[in-house]
């Protein structure tokens, strides 16, 4: 019997963890206009979080998120090179799923963007490299370098990121051309198409989805890299397919945008009309927000505060997403810094919603004087140091027990593998190739041949793959009892990996050919072109004529027959209906004739694209003078902003760039006597013609409304014509000249 004392003290403590304790932070969702049957939940926010970007969750489904606080932390964009950004853990130690735990796993980081939890380890950005480290619950070991040139340029807005375990086993990011993937101990590097600006989603068949600021949803219509087997084809259908429907965005308040004095960008009441900012595109796979969303299509504008939604619809093996609401969104703030950046398919079903929480976003080497005169008008550059996620679920399912995160075993995860959830089958594929978890293959190889659950065996072969587990009497008994079209396309593509029974082969192929499936049939004419026999020709001949004039599935064979291009033109020349096939392989032989490569490559070197350039060499050349805001500084310089010596006369500008400037001038109508002169740059060894390019691109973009965009070879017209020029130019002389 326990002691009186004993249980009144355990008791005490039972009541103290039962009972809900307030969360650190206002949880408030008062600022959401959200569509009916839907409810929103703040689960983090400062001062737990900080202007997240990225989020992954661990393999226990804790939350870890890298913070960005140097990203444009005043209008200026100073201190940017200051390593100041953190990856995070975020922790509900109470059990009712709202973070109330903060623990800072790395810091002093260099404009990290992306992170994911992969073989039982965290890999991370940090400045322009890819790291990985070996994660012991939350102690890291030493970091190992991945890759050196994850960053090889551009603007932080134009940088790789959120990097994405695939169902193929490979790693990918967005706005890359570089995929990733551990095997055998060593870390495998493999150039791949490009995809978007800022994150990547992927549907359960494993196709792509991603966009960039005025497009807001493309897609691929096949797996990653099967489409560019053959180097002498540029592949322009089956990639980047933009397949919204409408790009009509529909906010609350009138918007600060880039460009917001151009025609047809705000409406009367000064709100934005299309996108301009379109990110993280995230096909939906999770089971609570209702059936009816399943694999919509959910985009961010973080410009116009608002989420959109939607609806996919696939008819012909061609996708079109469509708006699901009329005139409205799916989620729309009143709060001008809700700045949804990432959108995420949780491991409870929901969605969760990354909110950056921030007045500025766009980058200072991208910003007009426009946006700028917006920003201070509405006190914008004062939000800092915030940060929210927010989980969306259907009114239905809002009511549930927020699941502790638990440590699962190697059966635990097999179970997984043939979820229900999306989530959970990637998860477990991901951690049993990690495990390589040899011992429970019959039972992963049970699931690999369960027709009743198709996905379930879908990830079982993908993981059998990762585990270097997959033979060929799996591969033949699942062909044989398979009936579901995507499992049929992962069957064909692993057939390549067991040739020694080609024509049991293509007697398979055969059967799936009568099926006449447009996504099996692509899948078909890239394995026969590689077989190089008479019967896989033949076929694939058949096939050929049937959809000469696919586009996509055109492409699909010429990634196929590498090296046999010359041979099927004149072979398919006397078919009907492969015009476009014909024309196709007429362009990947002229491309091969002058060794002019199609395919991705990899990046060999770092390069700086010109508007980072250009803001970078003007901080250094002219915002001592003219200040980083272009209003000039008194007794010094005149301002920038708005001078007719920016936005007037491009010729001018570059003459005046080149040599200099000395006595009086007016600008604005208000004449000024400098005490300095302004020295010309022409004979500055360190400043070539694409730098003063770059240099004048980013001060007319900032300080005018003139087009900023003009051909290097303007610079290097006038260098040359000025070249013996050792005098300044007074405001009237050059005006003559």
């Not at 390593?83 to 922790?91: C, F, P, Q, S, Y």
Request: charged share 25%.
């Amino acid at each position: 019997m326990i002691p009186l004392r004993y249980s009144l003290s355990l008791l005490i403590i039972l009541l103290f963890f039962s009972c809900s304790q307030e969360p650190p932070f206002d949880t408030s969702t008062d600022e959401f206009i959200l569509q009916d049957g839907f409810t929103i939940q703040t689960i983090a926010a400062e001062p737990l979080l900080d202007s997240p970007v990225a989020l992954s969750f661990d393999n226990r489904d804790r939350i870890w998120a890298v913070e960005l606080p140097g990203y444009m932390r005043d209008i200026d964009g100073s201190d940017e090179e200051k390593a100041d950004g953190r990856i995070v853990l975020l922790e509900d130690k109470n059990g009712d799923g709202v973070m109330d735990s903060r623990r800072v796993i790395l810091d002093k980081l260099q404009a990290p963007r992306t992170l994911l939890h992969v073989y039982g380890g965290l890999l991370y950005s940090n400045g322009g490299s890819l790291f990985w480290a070996k994660l012991n619950n939350t102690i890291l070991g030493e970091p190992l370098l991945v890759d050196s040139l994850y960053v090889v340029g551009g603007n932080i807005e134009h940088q790789p990121n959120s990097l994405h375990y695939h169902l193929d086993n490979w790693i990918y990011s967005a706005n890359s051309r570089t995929r990733y993937r551990l095997k055998d101990g060593a870390w495998l590097k493999e150039a791949t198409s490009f995809r978007g600006q800022w994150g990547l989603s992927a549907d359960i068949d494993g196709r792509f989805y991603y966009n960039n600021n005025h497009l807001p949803v493309a897609t691929d219509y096949a797996m990653p890299n099967q489409l560019i087997q053959n180097p002498w084809q540029k592949v322009q259908y089956g990639h980047t397919q933009d397949v919204a429907s409408s790009r009509e965005i529909y906010g609350y308040q009138a918007t600060a945008v880039n460009r917001g004095y151009q025609e047809g960008v705000l409406d009367a009441e000064g709100k934005i009309r299309h996108f301009t900012s379109a990110c993280s595109p995230l096909v939906y796979t999770g089971n609570r927000l209702g059936s009816d969303l399943f694999q919509d299509v959910f985009v961010c504008a973080p410009e116009a505060n608002l989420i959109k939604r939607y609806v996919q619809q696939v008819k012909d093996g061609q996708i079109t997403a469509f708006p699901a609401y009329d005139s409205t969104e799916f989620l729309i703030s009143k709060d001008e810094t809700f700045r949804p950046v990432n959108l995420y398919n949780a491991p409870d079903g929901s969605m969760y919603i990354l909110d950056l929480r921030k007045g500025i976003i766009q980058h200072r080497a991208y910003m007009t004087s426009y946006l700028r005169e917006k920003i201070l008008e509405r006190g914008l550059e004062t939000f800092n140091g915030r940060g929210r996620i927010y989980r969306v679920t259907s009114t239905d399912n809002e009511s549930f027990r927020h699941k502790k995160p638990v440590l699962r075993s190697d059966a635990d995860w097999v179970i997984m593998l043939a979820s229900d959830l999306h989530y959970e089958r990637l998860a477990a594929q991901k951690e049993l190739v990690h495990r390589q978890a040899t011992a429970l293959k019959s039972s992963i190889e049970a699931i690999a041949l369960n027709t009743d659950n198709p996905y379930g065996q879908l990830h079982a072969l993908w993981t059998l793959e990762g585990m270097n587990e997959l033979d060929a009497a799996l591969w033949q008994k699942a062909a044989n009892v398979s009936n579901a079209p995507i499992v049929h396309e992962t069957l064909i593509r692993f057939s390549a990996f067991f040739t020694d029974d080609k024509a049991n082969q293509l007697a398979y192929f055969r059967r799936l050919a009568a099926l006449d499936n447009r996504q099996i049939d692509q899948q078909l004419v890239m394995r026969l072109g590689g077989m190089n026999t008479s019967g896989a020709d033949e076929l694939l001949l058949e096939l050929a004529s049937g959809h000469g004039n696919d586009a996509v599935l055109a492409e699909a064979l010429i990634s196929g027959i590498h090296n046999r291009e010359t041979e099927f033109l004149r072979r398919i020349r006397p078919l009907n209906g492969t015009d476009s096939l014909q024309n196709f392989l007429k362009i990947a032989l002229a491309n091969a004739e002058s060794n002019t490569v199609q395919a991705p490559q990899l990046p060999k070197a770092f390069y700086k694209d010109d508007r980072t350039a250009g803001f970078e060499l003007y901080q250094l050349h002219c915002a001592g003078c003219h200040g980083m805001d272009g209003k000039g500084i008194d007794n010094m310089a005149p301002p920038l902003l708005g001078s007719e010596f920016v936005g007037g006369s491009l010729d001018r500008l570059i003459l005046l760039t080149l040599n200099g400037l000395k006595g009086p001038l007016t600008v604005n109508g208000k004449r000024y006597k400098m005490n300095a002169e302004m020295p010309g740059i022409k004979n500055n060894p360190a400043l070539s013609d694409e730098d003063i390019t770059a240099l004048l691109t980013f001060t007319r973009n900032s300080f005018s409304f003139a087009n900023p965009w003009f051909p290097v070879e303007k610079v290097t017209k006038w260098r040359e014509a000025t070249k013996d020029r050792t005098e300044l130019f007074t405001a009237e002389e050059l005006e003559r000249y």
